[in-house]
């Protein structure tokens, strides 16, 4: 209430009432209060265990799997195979409450958004609504409020975390209800929640950069969750790192923009980007460090590398964390950042052309790999790569709009391999087998056991593989599209990139993102016949257990299935207008990107003729049906053997199954010298030589000659003594007598 309070009374203080005054916008603090509260309750009840009154023996009940969630047997004893992330152990004592606090806490806050959504929709909305709590940072000129801001971009982005993130909470109460964790893994999930909401929410960079720190700690926790075993941990601290290369880029990027605007809110910035020559230095500089910061977040060339390793923690995260919300957080920044973006054509260039070589780049890795998690996160990296080219060429509610399906059909894919995962490892925890349940050699036929995760799977795939009319279709349509318009008319093309015309470069951008779309195609289409089809290999004993997951886990895979099928109505392309305005997301999200947009275009909104915009599509189908038919014809699941039978890759399939060894060159590169650097100049040179040797060890051994020499002098003789005054008297003598 306290929040409430002074958010009702600043608004009273505005100058001009804001039309969503006294409407449910007033409880916008609730929304990321509603995960907070989830937080501290899980975190209470995953503590309770390791809670003892009164002295007690530290030793007692260490790796008894009773022991609650402190005391438990690592995953090594308990797991049924190596690679599966389904770590069936002793269940927490709280499951039932934490059942209920985790997922309901994500409810409230969906049902909070959608009435804040009717109220938005029913108002005509120009200028954002933004509440001020306190002031936070009053330091001379640097003025920063803790503050909401909200809008149509941060609305559709709660709406996306909230809608999506309560499904994979229910999700999660199946799929982690064995593990002894389970408190401790909402308390995280909650927690991630808050500090994304707080993300999108913020009114200025220094609160959005809290939330983005925040997402970048709980995606560290959750991918390290099973920390007992040691490649999770590895996992965990390899994207901390990584991310933290990323947030150095948007650190400076803020410091930048204050030195030279001398505010850091986004209405603030967006009225006086005047005060930045277009084009110039400074504004490119800026948006190049921004965009290094998003790299580093949403995984692009060269800090891809976390991603793929971050499928170590639990499915249901990677569907939250790694695939529908913290990846996007570098799209939703430059979405937000348009009014900068736009006018730095140069690093607009540079956006869009990485986006695409990543999109290109990690679909062909996604050809060769066998996890099954694996190829969804190289189809996350090309996705997010997509979303890049987008908002990289101007075209802001073409990425957005591809951020929406996507986290509709990757989440439904992830939350999918999921199950299969579940049904997998419950199969082989039947037999008491060890082999890995997330190797699709392992899989095969699973279509008789599991038909509805089948068939909805079957439907995110052809949403991700541009097949008309799923919702991934219209989004990346409309970005291939955006690019091949802006290669003619726009302030993109008349600019030069290090030497390349830029309508030369986006047709480049353009034939990349076809590529990429025919390799989608291929890979995706090559995971669900190694899944689903084909004979059974899972083994003769393991394939009487297999089965569909509980309803807990299938419900929200319909739902997620509808939204994959239908969600590329929220944007219907105009050769559908027969349809009517069934979504008008351009419209809706022009308040805040479409003067951004214009200024890309030259002021003239770009359109397509008739005959063009057929074109596109059809060639866009085209390449995604030519990809589905050449996995169907080539590739042969009935000739498929067990991980454990499989021969050793060769040749260029050797080097898209270890990632082109991007890995290896980094650590022989960078990390090797840097700990060969570290170990043997600063650590041994410096710190052991010349701190410790010279300095420290040297001025002891020097007070200690010092204190050896004149103890040698006091020896307690009282003839040494006159010696030694006669001799001292001999020699001043001498020397006064020889002047």
């Not at 409430?4 to 005054?21: D, G, K």
């Not at 060339?301 to 249901?316: E, R």
Request: aromatic share 12%.
């Amino acid at each position: 209430m306290l929040l409430q309070s002074i958010a009702t009374a600043t608004t009273a203080l505005a100058p001009s009432v804001h039309p969503l005054t006294g409407t449910a916008a007033q409880w916008l603090w609730l929304l990321p209060v509603f995960p907070l509260l989830g937080f501290v309750l899980n975190g209470l009840l995953s503590i309770l265990p390791a809670a003892h009154v009164g002295p007690a023996n530290p030793d007692t009940g260490h790796g008894n799997a009773n022991a609650g969630e402190v005391g438990h047997t690592s995953h090594a004893e308990t797991a049924g195979a190596v690679g599966d992330d389904h770590h069936p152990v002793q269940q927490s004592k709280y499951v039932g409450l934490v059942s209920l606090i985790g997922p309901a806490v994500l409810l409230a806050s969906f049902i909070v958004a959608v009435m804040i959504f009717s109220a938005m929709r029913g108002v005509d909305m120009t200028t954002p609504f933004i509440q001020r709590y306190w002031s936070w940072m009053p330091v001379g000129d640097l003025h920063i409020d803790f503050a909401f801001q909200l809008d149509q971009l941060s609305m559709l982005m709660v709406l996306i975390i909230t809608g999506i993130g309560t499904l994979i909470h229910l999700f999660s109460v199946g799929y982690m209800k064995e593990d002894p964790g389970y408190a401790r893994y909402f308390a995280y999930l909650n927690l991630f929640v808050f500090f994304m909401l707080l993300l999108v929410l913020g009114a200025n960079y220094p609160v959005l950069f809290i939330g983005w720190e925040g997402v970048g700690l709980c995606s560290y926790l959750l991918i390290g969750f099973w920390f007992s075993e040691k490649a999770n941990a590895d996992a965990g601290k390899k994207a901390f790192i990584v991310n933290r290369i990323g947030d150095f880029g948007l650190l400076v990027a803020m410091f930048m923009l204050f030195a030279n605007v001398g505010t850091l809110d986004f209405t603030g910035i967006a009225a006086n980007t005047g005060a930045m020559p277009f084009g110039g230095p400074l504004i490119t500089t800026i948006c190049l460090f921004m965009f290094l910061g998003c790299a580093g977040k949403s995984a692009q060339i060269p800090l891809y590398i976390w991603l793929p390793d971050a499928m170590a923690g639990p499915t249901p995260v990677s569907a939250l964390i790694h695939a529908a919300t913290m990846v996007t957080a570098g799209v939703y920044l430059i979405a937000r950042s348009s009014f900068l973006f736009s006018m730095a054509p140069l690093a607009c260039l540079t956006v869009a052309f990485i986006g695409g070589l990543t999109a290109l780049f990690a679909a062909t890795i996604g050809l060769k790999q066998w996890d099954i998690k694996k190829v969804l996160a190289y189809s996350t990296v090309s996705q997010l790569g997509y979303m890049f080219v987008g908002v990289g060429v101007g075209a802001y509610t073409a990425g957005v709009f591809h951020l929406a399906t996507h986290a509709f059909f990757k989440a439904l894919l992830f939350l999918g391999s999921g199950s299969v995962i579940y049904a997998m490892h419950a199969a082989y925890h039947h037999t008491g087998s060890h082999e890995d349940a997330q190797d699709m050699r392992n899989m095969g036929g699973l279509r008789q056991y599991m038909p509805v995760t089948c068939i909805l799977m079957w439907i995110a795939t052809l949403a991700i593989s541009g097949i008309p009319p799923f919702a991934g279709f219209f989004s990346k349509d409309e970005i291939l599209g955006s690019v091949f318009a802006r290669a003619n008319d726009s302030v993109l093309s008349s600019v030069t990139w290090l030497g390349i015309p830029g309508s030369t470069l986006l047709y480049v951008i353009y034939v990349m993102g076809l590529a990429a779309a025919l390799l989608t195609a291929v890979y995706m289409t090559r995971m669900m016949l190694y899944t689903f089809h084909g004979p059974n290999r899972t083994g003769e004993r393991e394939r009487q257990a297999l089965r569909e997951a509980p309803w807990i886990m299938t419900g929200p895979l319909a739902v997620l299935g509808v939204l994959s099928l239908f969600g590329g109505w929220l944007n219907l392309p105009a050769l559908t207008s027969f349809l009517g305005p069934v979504g008008n997301l351009d419209k809706w999200l022009e308040p805040v990107v479409g003067a951004a947009t214009l200024r890309v275009t030259n002021n003239t909104p770009l359109e397509s003729t008739h005959s063009t915009e057929v074109m596109l599509i059809g060639a866009a189908v085209a390449i995604a049906i030519a990809g589905i038919l050449f996995a169907v014809f080539v590739l042969k699941p009935d000739g498929l053997v067990p991980k454990k039978q499989a021969q050793p890759e060769h040749g260029f399939a050797k080097v898209l199954y270890n990632k082109y060894y991007v890995d290896e060159i980094y650590d022989g590169a960078i990390i090797e010298p840097t700990y060969a650097l570290s170990k043997n100049v600063l650590w041994r040179g410096i710190d052991t030589g010349i701190i410790d040797g010279l300095l420290v060890n040297g001025s002891a051994a020097l007070a200690r000659g010092c204190a050896w020499v004149g103890s040698r002098l006091e020896t307690g003789a009282v003839g040494t003594y006159a010696w030694v005054l006669v001799a001292g008297a001999v020699v001043l003598i001498g020397v006064f007598s020889f002047q």
